[in-house]
């Protein structure tokens, strides 16, 4: 049973346009939420998080948007560049300060 | 500097094996993690451990043993492996406090023949 859900495998976005990518939780005990980005044969790196008490934190390019209602939560990378190319994950911690983890979504920049 | 660092990157064993997997972290985290990710590519919570607790997924074998040796260490044993404990074993930090961010070592792909 998924808790969190990326059902976007995929994603291809023109260099320097905006990259959304989503992400939806079915537990509504979540409390944090947190992006991650991976590289092929590295480990993922945090990228960016967002409490719940929140529904929207910024640094730099990157922003996360918190819709507690809807149990959904979305990142924007704006303008996207080729470094961005990677999976980025999606995690839910519980009230166990685990992290519960989405499938990715593979965003590929297009020069 | 690494750091968390996983040993080996690579491993390719036959069924029934025990084999072990590293891991260092030298950020001075109290927390560290195993996950494993499996072909579907979800990351799975194996372990956490500090200093004074072990929580345990209720889905990992008994097979899988976690081993602490001090902070900065926690290895993964793994007894009589089977084909379906192929997949990237993935460990990870964090210090609790100081923000809920995990810090993952680049992985160990077992592979099990």
């Given amino acids: 049973d998924q808790q969190v859900k990326q059902n976007s495998p995929s994603l291809s976005v023109q260099e320097g346009r905006i990259s959304i990518l989503n992400c939806d939780y079915t537990n509504s005990m979540f409390d944090y939420f947190l992006w991650y980005k991976k590289y092929p044969a590295e480990g993922p790196t945090f990228l960016i998080s967002i409490s719940s008490i929140k529904d929207k934190n910024e640094d730099g390019r990157f922003t996360v948007f918190l819709n507690k209602s809807a149990k959904h939560l979305s990142l924007h990378i704006v303008p996207s560049q080729p470094g961005d190319s990677a999976v980025y994950f999606c995690a839910c911690m519980d009230s166990n300060y685990q992290l519960i983890w989405g499938a990715g979504t593979k965003l590929i920049i297009k020069p | ?113």
């Fill in chain 2, 1 to 113: 500097d690494t750091a968390v660092s996983q040993t080996p990157k690579y491993l390719v064993t036959q069924m029934g094996n025990d084999k072990s997997i590293k891991c260092e972290q030298n950020l001075g985290h109290d927390t560290m993690y195993w996950y494993k990710q499996d072909s579907k590519k979800f990351l799975k919570i194996m372990f956490s451990y500090n200093n004074k607790e072990l929580i345990i997924n209720e889905t990992v074998p008994n097979r899988f043993s976690p081993k602490s040796p001090d902070k900065a260490h926690l290895n993964l044993h793994i007894n009589s492996l089977e084909l379906g404990d192929s997949a990237v074993y993935f460990c990870a930090s964090s210090q609790p406090g100081t923000g809920y961010e995990q810090f993952f070592g680049p992985g160990t792909r077992l592979t099990v023949l």
